[in-house]
T-cell receptor, first 115, second 111 residues
Framework: DTAVSQTPKYLVTQMGNDKSIKCEQN?????MYWYKQDSKKFLKIMFS???????INETVPNRFSPKSPDKAHLNLHINSLELGDSAVYFC??????????????FGNGTRLTVT | GQNIDQPTEMTATEGAIVQINCTYQ??????LFWYQQHAGEAPTFLSY????GLEEKGRFSSFLSRSKGYSYLLLKELQMKDSASYLC????????????FGKGTTLSVSS
């Protein structure tokens, strides 16, 4: 199936731990994103990569570090997890060369719970 | 800054028509998107507008007025499965950059 897939789907961990979320897309897209959706369902952009290069880095604590080994992958590593990091994290991708109307395709999300 | 406003909640009955409004003030504008998100699932793309006017796609239509910074999503012949959150999003900069989302409108459809 062609899709954006992210793992794990659920992640429960304790404060202070370090964790990673992986994302892969097989849509042939050149731009990938990480969004955070809080308990009020607000989707907020965190990072955007185009052809493995960082192009957006919103005001996110530097405990969050994205890494793009190639165009098809964008992983998110989080250090020293805090309670406020609990949220659903969505990976997404799009194809820049298609133009302004290129929609984002989202993965199914990773629900992170920090206890 | 970027500001996108939409109502938090709406209710409607099966078979009815509902209009979900969205107003935006962004640093730039290269199109407005509507997404549907069912509880516990990923947002899925519904529509895109960049020129003023109405775009129709089956039971769903989306309207844009750039001069007013205003859009709406119109859902006709509502079905129970249309109960979901509807997210308005703007692409403020050049193609390939992120969408900025509103906080979403939760629509509840009852029989």
């Amino acid at each position: 199936d062609t899709a954006v897939s992210q793992t794990p789907k659920y992640l429960v961990t304790q404060m202070g731990n370090d964790k990673s979320i992986k994302c892969e897309q097989n849509l042939g897209h050149d731009t990938m994103y990480w969004y955070k959706q809080d308990s009020k369902k607000f989707l907020k952009i965190m990072f955007s990569y185009n052809n493995k290069e960082l192009i957006i880095n919103e005001t996110v604590p530097n405990r969050f570090s994205p890494k793009s080994p190639d165009k098809a992958h964008l992983n998110l590593h989080i250090n020293s997890l805090e309670l406020g990091d609990s949220a659903v994290y969505f990976c997404a991708s799009s194809r820049r060369e298609l133009g302004y109307n290129s929609p984002l395709h989202f993965g199914n999300g990773t629900r992170l719970t920090v206890t | 800054g970027q500001n996108i406003d939409q109502p938090t909640e709406m209710t409607a009955t099966e078979g009815a028509i509902v209009q979900i409004n969205c107003t935006y003030q962004t640093s730039g504008f290269n199109g407005l998107f509507w997404y549907q998100q069912h509880a516990g699932e990923a947002p899925t793309f519904l529509s895109y507008n960049v020129l003023d006017g109405l775009e129709e796609k089956g039971r769903f239509s989306s309207f844009l007025s750039r001069s007013k910074g205003y859009s709406y999503l119109l859902l006709k012949e509502l079905q129970m499965k249309d109960s979901a959150s509807y997210l308005c999003a703007v692409r403020p900069n050049q193609a390939g950059t992120a969408l900025i989302f509103g906080k979403g409108t939760t629509l509840s459809v009852s029989s």
